[in-house]
């Protein structure tokens, strides 16, 4: 596709569910990043995916956010035993090196809200 | 540790005015500079790049400048629009290409009609 795809848009699960969101990077692009937006406050970083290397994890705020990358391509971030403060806007973003130029495009993010 | 402040939060003006926004950042390392635009309930749209080398980059009615001595950015919009309205965030990305983008936490900007 052309753009960064985020799939589902919309997710409502029960507490303590376990929830798995899809990011659908532009093709050929090296770097992958997730972020979240919770309501009214500014983006906080979670995990970030740069070619083969090993993933800066530093952003996930507990054990049961989990990510993966497969392929170099697709990736899906897990939340397990959802808790009502994971209720928040998920976005991906993708970049890679052009000529130099590392701009980043983002998705429109999954809507998960935890009831 | 990277920092980076938005000035000011919010902004009302009435259709017609030129605008500023402003970005500051504590560590001028920096490798470049995005500006972004978020309608509510949506994703980030890109509006401009700024590597660490250059002073501006224009887009339309959009003027970004750069000066990574002192850790500043501005956002310029000319004759705003009602469809202007958005929130406006900025993001610096470290001096290290491998690391993740750090954002301000954005100014809401109302254009009124």
């Known amino acids: 596709g052309a753009g960064v795809s985020q799939s589902p848009s919309n997710k409502v699960t029960e507490k303590g569910k376990d929830v798995e969101l899809r990011c659908d990077p532009i093709?050929?692009?090296?770097?992958l990043y997730w972020y979240r937006q919770s309501l009214g406050q500014g983006l906080e970083f979670l995990i970030y995916?740069?070619?083969?290397?090993?993933?800066?994890k530093s952003g996930l705020p507990s054990d049961r956010f989990s990510a993966e990358r497969t392929g170099g391509s697709v990736s899906t971030l897990t939340i397990q035993r959802t808790q009502q403060e994971d209720s928040a806007v998920y976005l991906c973003?993708?970049?890679?090196?052009?000529?130099?130029?590392?701009?980043?495009?983002f998705g429109q993010g999954t809507r998960l809200t935890v009831v | 540790k990277q920092e980076v402040t938005q000035i000011p939060a919010a902004l009302s003006v009435p259709e017609g005015e030129n605008l500023v926004l402003n970005c500051s950042f504590t560590?001028?390392?920096?490798?470049?500079l995005q500006w972004f635009r978020q309608d509510p309930g949506k994703g980030l749209t890109s509006l401009l790049l700024?590597?660490?080398?250059?002073r501006e980059q224009t887009s339309g009615r959009l003027n970004a400048s750069l000066d990574k001595s002192s850790g500043r950015s501005t956002l310029y919009i000319a004759a705003s629009q009602p469809g202007d309205s958005a929130t406006y965030l900025c993001?610096?990305?470290?001096?290290?290409?491998?690391?993740?983008?750090?954002f301000g936490p954005g100014t809401r900007l109302s254009v009124l009609p």
């Open positions: 995916f740069q070619g083969n290397s090993a993933p800066d």
């Open positions: 993001a610096v990305r470290p001096g290290n290409y491998g690391q993740n983008f750090v």
């Open positions: 973003a993708s970049s890679s090196i052009d000529r130099g130029v590392t701009e980043a495009f």
């Open positions: 093709s050929g692009h090296t770097a």
């Open positions: 560590d001028s390392a920096i490798y470049n």
């Open positions: 700024i590597q660490s080398s250059q």
